[in-house]
């Protein structure tokens, strides 16, 4: 463990910043349509649409607001358990192994749009005129044109991005921030659900954690490399009392 590392930019506070601002435009532009002498007077949807907006971006900014303060508890040490910093070979294996988990990960949603695409699409034109048909293709076929070239530029693009992170690893009971991303499992319907040792793809640390947004529940899983020296088993037992974690180790 490094007992100093070096000032970390806390983009959680910066992100908080952008919402809170957000959310005061959203505000006035609420509040205008109620006033005279302006010329935003008696503009009812626009006052109905900045409310929600106005809600919207408020709750974000707080959430963002409450991670930047998590984010400065790692950083000075309160909530910290584990500091390290990836090396130029932890790095090169850390964004490979993303990089090309996020390929299988991509070729098998493109499998399934693209089946969808045979099964919606197929059938519909039967209903459509023979002049209407050509016109519709182009616009189906333009929308997995695009998320097919997406699914081939993210993850070199995430790649390259992380290639150039911090390399600083820092690890809580309940948050952690990992080479430039900060992750927190602490909040309502959220939680870590794995954590253990990795051998492959490389020696390292692989934990899991679920959070739970308006489309549902999500996973997120992270592979980290570690130094060859350290033992990551006390961290582990740490984490898995913190979080009421079961052993089970296969």
Known sequence: MNEKFPALKNKQRATARIFTFLTLVTLVLMILPFTDGNPLSKAWALAFISIFLTISFA??????????????????GEKLLVHLKLDDEMLHNYASTLKAESKEKNKAIMWVVGILFLIFTIPFLFFLESDERGGFLIIIGSIVFAVFMASRFFPGYY???????????LIGEK????????????????????????????????????????????????????????????????????????????
Do not use: C
Not at 59 to 76: G, P, Q
Not at 193 to 203: G, L, V
């Open 59 to 76: 709750i974000t900014a707080l959430i963002f607001r409450n991670r930047a303060k998590k984010m400065d508890k790692l950083k000075s």
């Open 159 to 169: 790649y390259r991005k992380n290639l150039k992170g911090d390399r600083q690893i």
């Open 175 to 250: 948050y952690a921030y990992f080479n430039g991303y900060f992750h927190n499992w602490d909040y309502p319907l959220s939680g870590l659900t794995k954590i253990k040792a990795i051998k492959t793809p490389f020696y390292g640390l692989h934990l899991a954690y679920f959070y739970t947004d308006r489309t549902w529940r999500h996973v997120q899983e992270i592979k980290l490399p570690l130094p060859i020296e350290f033992d990551p088993k006390p961290l582990i037992e740490r984490m898995r009392m913190a979080n009421k974690l079961k052993d089970k180790r296969k």
